[in-house]
């Protein structure tokens, strides 16, 4: 549902009732930074006011779960190859349970067929680990990087012996 608060006295009543709370724009984050912006270049127009949405996280928490990735034009054996590089331990996995294998600190990655598991260090996130040290290592690629919300839409994106889909830990596990 949205609502569009224009009456002076309903706006005063919200203005009290969260002046002592704190709001974290978690998705939005860039629209409302162009907002402000915008607003600013344009003052008194129809640009003073933009779209949020705000939620209770006590009744209704917003959980932002894990943006894998699909790399294009990388493989397997470059992914294999960079943690070689890189000494960091990576293990081979059955693909029926690869995914029973994922941890706070261990990323899985995919070419469709076989799969690997590559652990990366505590002191780090997977995907800092991933976007800072992996892939600058990866000796081809990635062409491109997709971003996909669920490992199902991630391996659907996975073209065969073309691309590596990297299956992330949920922040929830890492906590």
């Not at 224009?6 to 978690?26: C, G, H, K, P, Y």
């Not at 990655?109 to 652990?119: H, L, M, P």
């Amino acid at each position: 549902r949205v609502w569009a608060l224009r009456e002076a006295a309903l706006i005063n009543v919200m203005q009290d009732r969260w002046a002592s709370t704190s709001a974290v724009i978690a998705d939005g984050h860039h629209r409302y930074a162009a907002y402000v912006r915008t607003q600013a270049s344009r003052p008194g127009t129809a640009h003073d006011a933009g779209l949020a949405m705000l939620i209770d996280q006590e009744t209704t928490p917003l959980y932002p779960g894990p943006i894998h990735r699909v790399l294009r034009g990388t493989t397997l054996e470059d992914m294999r190859q960079a943690a070689r590089a890189l000494r960091l331990t990576q293990t081979a996995l059955d693909g029926d349970h690869a995914l029973a294998e994922l941890a706070p600190h261990r990323i899985l990655a995919t070419d469709g067929s076989s799969w690997s598991a590559i652990d990366v260090p505590s002191a780090t996130s997977a995907v800092e680990t991933l976007h800072r040290v992996i892939i600058p290592t990866l000796p081809r690629g990635p062409q491109q990087v997709h971003f996909r919300n669920s490992v199902d839409a991630t391996l659907r994106d996975l073209r065969a012996d073309r691309d590596v889909a990297i299956v992330l830990p949920d922040r929830k596990s890492v906590a």
